[in-house]
């Protein structure tokens, strides 16, 4: 069997991102120091960016929970399709009954 793929904690990530953009050492040097690939590292940077305004907790959330704003989104687009379901339904109703009474 392959070898189980290493995690890193949250704290790890920001901490190696913040290592990274200080610009006291190039982010390969960091990487390098860290044990981890360089792709990785950028990779971690981009998604520290592109989370601009978040708390920590929601750049790197990890185990499969989503951020916040995802969570929000998640159950706003569920709340959504009930809503359709739900409208479906009762045109399909008020056509019935309308047909009825002619």
Do not use: C, H
């Not at 590292?41 to 499969?64: C, H, I, K, M, Y």
């Not at 379901?85 to 399909?92: A, G, I, P, S, T």
């Amino acid at each position: 069997m392959g070898d189980k793929r290493k995690q890193y904690t949250r704290e790890f990530k920001l901490e190696a991102v913040r290592l990274a953009t200080s610009g006291e050492k190039k982010p390969a040097q960091v990487a390098r120091e860290l044990g981890v690939r360089p792709d990785m590292l950028q990779t971690w940077t981009r998604q520290a960016e592109g989370q601009g305004g978040l708390t920590s907790s929601d750049v790197f959330p990890g185990n499969g929970k989503l951020g916040t704003k995802d969570e929000e989104i998640r159950a706003l687009r569920r709340e959504l399709e009930v809503v359709k379901q739900e409208r479906d339904f009762l045109k399909k109703a008020a056509a019935y009954f309308a047909k009825g009474s002619r």
